[in-house]
């Protein structure tokens, strides 16, 4: 039961997150504004959604 309730949390948190990428143009995700300005745009991205 309680890993049930640890797996609906992540995965709801990893549904907010996606939430704030796609609409919220990143303003609650302070990392990946640092990653886009190193790698560029596409990669920053790609390097954020794969490390965190």
Do not use: C, Q, W
């Not at 039961?1 to 303003?27: D, E, H, P, W």
Request: hydrophobic share 50%.
């Amino acid at each position: 039961m309680v890993t049930l309730i640890v797996g609906i949390l992540a995965l709801l948190f990893g549904l907010f997150t996606l939430y704030l990428r796609l609409f919220k143009n990143s303003k609650g995700l302070g990392k990946l504004e640092k990653m886009k300005e190193f790698y560029g745009e596409k990669n920053g991205t790609i390097v954020h959604v794969e490390v965190f």
